[in-house]
């Protein structure tokens, strides 16, 4: 008799492993290509693989009472290395838990900005006061302050109720913490140094968040997390949808994003050995609907036709008030938006990619849930959404999954044969985005899939066996096979299934038509466009010729693309750096001319002939 | 057998009357010289009249039920038309169920300021959105605001979260509310004319607040009360032991002024037949200790050397965020202070006086509880505090009350006869900071009082035998009876004790060493002085040859004597009628020299010396 399996789901990513009855949960989750900390190495010691089992637990065990803390262990967390799997499990996996197992892009193209950050902090002697000196403590501060170039600051009512008791703590010798022109909080004067901001990409499907040292400049740590919004609905028009119908819907996002960004705080402070509390200042880009849930404003008119923001300003706000816990007078500064459903994202990548500088006409396309077209000179820049889903973030693919190991990011076709490779070399569990475009190219250029998106049937391909013995069926839907079931870790086979293939030809057809619509716009022909910028989470790992083949990058000579990976996050960090760059954004947004797509019939005939495949493929 | 009386005890005046078994207490009220709002004569039927009837209250009537809601009778509200004094009783008379029974001075001299008030009310037509038009909500409101010349504003992301909808809901037509450059409500179209502010004079011991139609520059209404906090202390110096001897002591002192500050706003706005939520600014003129507590800023160090303010800056805060009850996102402005405990008072009189543009040298003494007095030109000014104490203002005074009904407000001796006049001529219960004036006056020229302040005993009243007759014993110490028990409303004597007198000779000592000090400082001398300037809550009321007799004005020509009554409050009114007077405001706070009297030994030899009464009395 076969030993007994139990189906375990790990969430969120979704993996699925069928187990055999008795193994450590922490091997199980390391055959699903999920790598936990174990500096113990599984002695249960050092509480690393901590995991929540939502379901029915098991009871803890003696390790586990003695790292956990009760409230842990109400809250079902266990330590991975101490359960053994004896019935189907569903396990929560908390970022903190897992090893950097993330290929999201962090870092982005970034022209070099001079370290000139928005936060200071600064150490002062003031005179102590006496019946010859009876200056406030707010004007004797400010005036020390103004002697050493920190002139016309403020400081605010409710900084001054602790300031009294404050300075005569500090004997008058305090580190003040400027943000902006604003005196927030006094430090010990030891320090200065420990000063910090963190940059956050707020996108649609992906959360990413920098570290920044801002006496050095220095980038101390980075995280990245699937957005918890995306429960709700996989696209901004679904998010807007819930955050009207239900009336506590804005509020729910809302937490459920702060929440994400406050653990990704948590996450960046653990590894840079810092505590949240000297992170001084936040910035954030994301497109208008992550920018309005955010700020909790109303996202109801951007919903519809005219689609208008609430506010396009950039702004800054009470970090607290907001629930981003850094220090309780920290601020956050959202970049200012375009138009419509164009965003702050959009601006990080203009600055991040110098295109408001450049004097060569370029164009920029940002691959996430809404494809970003930026098209333009320092003259004159035009940009569009495109509402190209979010498919290539392993979503709306029936085996699709994030950039993580055990991810199919490659895929190639050598005579018959199908060759995979993996991340991490991991057994295969899932396809990413890199992935998803090679297969598409990969069977296209095998005949397997026709220009029109129609997988061929088995009897099609009769003069190729080897590829038409994969073709099968999948819940009534024609699929192919890249991995057996015995191949893969996820206890079930990997296909490419008909629908994942038109899930691309919408991705790609909306950029193409996006393309199109900008370059008539700008009067423009293609090969006028001397170089292409490819800017996105997943953009450096991507092939740029697999690329080409599916007709997400345009037919140009591929000398002219360049990749530039996350350069919405990387316009965070410029903006976090120099405090000079957000009057530089602010300009930007008010000179990008928006192209509204959605409205445009000639923008949905393009739409449906961009939706075939190119030519050559 | 004779009738049975009981003793009624008025609140917060403290007035005590013994009434006869039965008697209607609305009728006892007048007797005590209170005079409540009776538009219906006493039937019951307009709730004018209304009391809180703390201890035991009588189980409220028909006409009360009918009257008052349920909330009120369970918080011992009665109708005093409809309650019989059965037993001895204290009763709190609400300061909007009086009628304008009060003398104390609202109005101060004023120099025209032109109407530019720091809110402004318009209406706007704004282009609604298209595809054509994308502009956010926010741009839309700004950009039709500065083609209306009001350029320049900004809009917090407090006010865009309601701005999407209020837009839609006044069909892009919306009458904007702009406080200072920030944009702050959107009401209907046809509410540009409603658009107001209050000016309070925040004293130690007495609070005026002043509604002005900020549309047409008038002042609607006016309101006073004492301030609540004399609860917990008479003067600065006690309210700063109180705030820091309780933890949540100087909660309790905000809570209480502000608590009062909201009953005027409601009392003006009843009279000026407005809602609050039209009230959108509010400007505060008040010492340093009175600007600390309401800003909920720590007083410690003010209260003990070198008397240290936290700020002195001019704030504009949130009205709410202090519990103020104006429209809901209404500012409240604090002038600035100058130091030690010379604060915004003294600024708004500095303002009202016109002191600051003045060629000539000008004294002002402005008598409050604490006297502030000023010295100086445009070219220079000199301020000190001193603790003159609230002797006129009816507290520490035996027999002393507020300027109201009842009230003896003159006294004269002719002859060995005695004649009283007070106010409202009703039958005395009291005697006011001018009856106190006149009385001590009146006695020091009679013989009474010797210079030193001792009250003669009878037996060297010999050759007087009329006044010889007033000596009497009371508690322990002399008096003087101004008015026999049968000849008063209050049910007691009323008589000018020893203590009095002393009480007196502090208050004028303290001035008048204050002027010795600040002349000093000047290098000037009394004659050179052109002006002296008597500002102060009862200031119009009083007769200079008699204030000159005691010592509280200095032996000056008395032509060149002035009142200028409230002219804080005058000053609070300028600062809210006029953005541009807070620039001068804080320009004059700066400039102000602090003469900081308490830590000097030569005005501790002037304060004993000054404590005489004046050589020609």
Request: net charge negative.
């Amino acid at each position: 008799m076969s030993q007994a399996m139990h189906r375990v789901v790990f969430e969120p990513d979704g993996r699925t492993l069928d187990v055999p009855d008795g193994q450590i949960l922490l091997e199980a989750a390391r055959a699903a290509g999920i790598h936990l900390e174990t500096p113990c190495g599984g002695k249960g010691t050092c509480g690393g693989c901590r995991v929540v089992i939502p379901d029915a637990p098991p009871e803890p065990s003696e390790a586990c009472r003695s790292v956990l803390t009760g409230e842990e262990i109400a809250r079902n967390m266990r330590l991975a290395c101490q359960v053994r799997v004896t019935s189907a499990l569903r396990v929560l996996v908390p970022e903190e838990t897992r090893v950097g197992d993330q290929q999201i892009l962090t870092d982005g193209a970034m022209f070099d900005v001079p370290l000139k950050p928005n936060v200071r902090k600064t150490a002062v002697h003031l005179p102590e006061p006496s019946v010859a000196d009876q200056r406030s403590d707010a004007d004797r501060l400010l005036d020390a302050l103004a002697e050493k170039g920190l002139a016309d600051l403020t400081i605010d009512v409710k900084a001054i109720r602790d300031l009294p008791k404050r300075l005569r703590t500090l004997d008058f010798h305090p580190a003040v913490v400027v943000i902006g022109d604003e005196v927030v909080h006094l430090d010990r004067p030891t320090t200065t140094d420990a000063c910090y901001g963190i940059a956050f990409d707020v996108g649609t499907t992906t959360l990413v968040g920098y570290l920044v040292d801002l006496v050095t400049g220095d980038v101390k740590a980075v995280a990245s997390r699937t957005n918890p919004q995306t429960a709700y609905g996989d696209d901004v028009v679904a998010r807007i949808e819930f955050a009207g119908r239900e009336t506590s819907g804005a509020r729910t996002l809302q937490t459920l994003v702060v929440d994400a960004l406050n653990e990704m705080v948590l996450e960046v402070c653990r590894r840079g050995h810092i505590r949240p509390s000297v992170v001084y200042e936040a910035t954030m880009v994301g497109n208008t609907t992550m920018n309005h849930l955010l700020l909790r404003l109303p996202t109801d008119a951007i919903g519809r036709a005219p689609f208008v923001a609430a506010s396009a300003s950039a702004h800054s706000v009470s970090a607290r008030a907001l629930g981003l816990k850094i220090h309780q007078r920290g601020r956050l500064y959202t970049a200012p938006l375009v138009a419509g459903f164009v965003g702050a994202d959009t601006i990080g990548v203009i600055l991040a990619t110098g295109m408001h500088e450049g004097d060569v006409l370029r164009l920029t396309i940002d691959v996430g849930t809404n494809g970003e077209i930026v098209l333009g000179t320092r003259e004159r820049i035009l940009a569009c959404s495109t509402a190209a889903g979010p498919a290539f973030e392993g979503a709306r693919i029936r085996y699709g999954m994030r950039a993580a190991d055990g991810a199919i990011d490659r895929v190639d076709i050598e005579g018959e044969e199908v060759v995979l490779h993996t991340i991490g070399d991991a057994p295969a569990i899932g396809l990413c985005g890199t992935g998803l475009i090679d297969a598409v190219a990969a069977l296209l250029a095998a005949g397997v899939i026709e220009k029109t998106g129609l997988m061929r049937s088995a009897a099609d391909l009769g003069r190729a066996p080897g590829l038409a013995s994969r073709i099968v069926g999948a819940d009534g839907e024609r699929g192919f096979l890249l991995a057996a079931k015995e191949r893969t870790g996820a206890g079930h086979p990997i296909l490419l299934t008909q629908k994942d293939v038109r899930e691309v030809q919408l991705a790609k057809g909306a950029i193409a038509a996006g393309i199109g619509t900008l370059l008539e716009e700008f009067g423009a022909v293609l090969e006028e466009v001397e170089e292409v910028l490819l800017a996105g989470a997943f953009g450096n790992y991507i092939q740029p010729d697999r690329a080409q083949a599916i007709g997400l990058i345009p037919p140009v000579p591929l000398q002219k693309v360049r990749f530039v990976g996350n350069a919405a996050g990387a316009g965070a960090k410029m903006l976090l750096m120099n405090r000079n760059m957000r009057h530089v954004a602010e300009d930007v947004a008010r000179g990008v001319e928006h192209v509204e797509l959605s409205q445009r019939p000639d923008f949905q005939t393009r739409f449906a002939e961009a939706m075939f495949f190119p030519q050559g493929a």
